[in-house]
């Protein structure tokens, strides 16, 4: 399994209509992509000071690396007009040994 982790600050007055975009407009999109197993936002308690942490889940690194050249483009401009600061994008190997129960949770 690869993990893409973004991390952003969302501005905080736009955080209900971030998350609409996110859910309505994002997450179709994703569940359509070849490997794509989850996506997990996490937002701050206190918008205004915290950065926003993003997780999607891949079944490959491959399956995460065609998304990132041929749809997170896309994405991103969907999502800017919401953002107070450009995203960076960090990959990561997920030891799955370490997790069965959430890659069996996946899997079912």
């Known amino acids: 399994m690869f993990a893409r982790v973004l991390d952003f600050q969302?501005?905080?007055e736009k955080k209900e209509e971030f998350v609409k975009v996110l859910k309505n407009d994002i997450l179709p999109i994703l569940r359509k992509q070849t490997g794509f197993l989850e996506?997990?936002?996490?937002?701050?308690?206190?918008?205004k000071e915290e950065k926003t942490v993003a997780i999607s889940l891949w079944a490959t690194k491959e399956d995460a690396e065609k998304y990132e050249k041929e749809f997170?483009?896309?994405?991103?401009?969907?999502?800017k007009p919401y953002l107070a600061t450009p995203v960076v994008v960090r990959f990561y190997t997920v030891e799955t040994t370490l997790c069965e129960h959430f890659v069996n949770a996946l899997a079912a």
């Open 10 to 12: 969302v501005k905080w």
């Open 39 to 47: 996506f997990l936002p996490f937002f701050p308690e206190k918008m």
């Open 72 to 79: 997170y483009p896309k994405i991103n401009g969907i999502v």
